[in-house]
């Protein structure tokens, strides 16, 4: 013999429920309640009439409907006035949870002290911010939130859908425009310089255009710093760059460069740390070329979140520059700073 199997529950049943439990409170009257906490508390049709601006008879009309809906007399009449039914106590008990959890969606701040919170925040950003950014944020950090941790990871193609989900709190860089839902701020202005080897057997103080031409080069090709606005410039501009290698990222180039004799396009602020070895020189570009602003990016989802609003306000309150750019760039040459200082 077969043991009969309960049958389970179905989606089709659980999805009826569901939209039965749906159609009851659409019906409800959620006013009427306020004539059950009322009458509770005056046992007295009159003066819950009085304390709800109504009349009498709206209210015991009320009443009739919530007996009704309730299937249970709620209040009888006693020689003590209008008292509950045990139905009516209980259904009393539980609207006053129910108002409390109300309270606090309504009227609690979600508070995050950063002095004492471990969270992780998962940041993007270009391997440029990487050098560049991070050391003083972390610096920050140890200071003023030494729990904190971050997440640092390069920036992607998916980036968008991580600031969507939450799977990512900010991303940082010279991104593309994402569409509706998302914010940014803009950090600072970046533009692009052009750097090589101190020992470079042809280029001197000065870098000339007819020199840029015709020289090898080396060009990075990575996501949010600006690259293909470089290569569209050069084309529009009909400037000739001889490529020699192409690498996919920043870190590691000073190696290259080290050792050979190509020219580089980058990053004004990566240029600046580069030349601290005395290795490196740094020259403005021999033609014009527009900057590019450097912004942080988050999702709209995220914009009241007090941990988020924590986080930005520090990267702000790091890097945040006025609207204007530096003074342009001049020619870098860090040997030769360096003697004029030991004089």
């Not at 968008?160 to 994402?178: C, N, R």
């Not at 290569?231 to 501009?237: A, G, Q, V, Y």
Request: aromatic share 6%; with cysteine; charged share 20%.
């Amino acid at each position: 013999m077969i043991d009969p199997v309960a049958p389970s529950s179905s989606p089709a049943i659980s999805d009826s429920f569901d939209s039965s439990r749906r159609q009851i409170l659409s019906n409800f009257d959620f006013r009427l309640l306020a004539v059950i906490k009322e009458l509770h508390r005056t046992r007295s049709v009159s003066q819950v009439a009085e304390r709800l601006e109504l009349t009498q008879s709206a209210i015991s009309m009320s009443l009739a409907k919530l007996r009704k809906y309730f299937n249970d007399p709620l209040f009888v009449r006693t020689s003590q006035g209008m008292e509950p039914t045990p139905r009516a106590i209980q259904i009393i008990r539980i609207l006053g949870q129910a108002e409390n959890l109300l309270l606090t969606a309504f009227d609690q701040s979600v508070l995050f002290c950063p002095q004492t919170s471990d969270r992780v925040f998962r940041i993007q950003s270009t391997d440029t911010a990487q050098v560049t950014l991070a050391p003083r944020l972390m610096c920050h950090l140890r200071e003023t939130a030494p729990s904190i941790r971050i997440d640092l990871q390069r920036i992607g193609s998916d980036t968008p859908k991580l600031l969507e989900s939450g799977e990512l709190d900010l991303a940082i860089g010279f991104l593309p425009p994402m569409g509706a839902g998302y914010c940014h701020q803009r950090l600072f202005n970046e533009r692009f310089v052009c750097a090589t080897r101190m020992g470079h057997p042809r280029i001197g103080e000065t870098l000339t255009l007819e020199e840029f031409e015709a020289e090898n080069h080396l060009a990075i090709t990575t996501l949010g710093t600006g690259h293909g606005v470089v290569e569209k410039l050069l084309d529009l501009r009909k400037v000739r760059r001889r490529v020699a290698l192409e690498v996919p990222s920043y870190l590691g180039i000073a190696s290259i460069m080290e050792v050979n004799d190509y020219l580089v396009i980058l990053p004004e602020q990566l240029a600046q740390h580069l030349t601290a070895s005395g290795a490196v020189k740094v020259f403005p570009l021999p033609f014009d070329m527009p900057g590019y602003p450097v912004m942080q990016h988050w999702h709209e989802r995220y914009s009241q979140d007090a941990s988020s609003r924590w986080l930005r306000n520090v990267m702000a309150n790091l890097f945040l520059t006025s609207e204007q750019s530096p003074p342009r760039l001049k020619p870098i040459n860090a040997a030769r700073a360096h003697a004029q200082g030991a004089r």
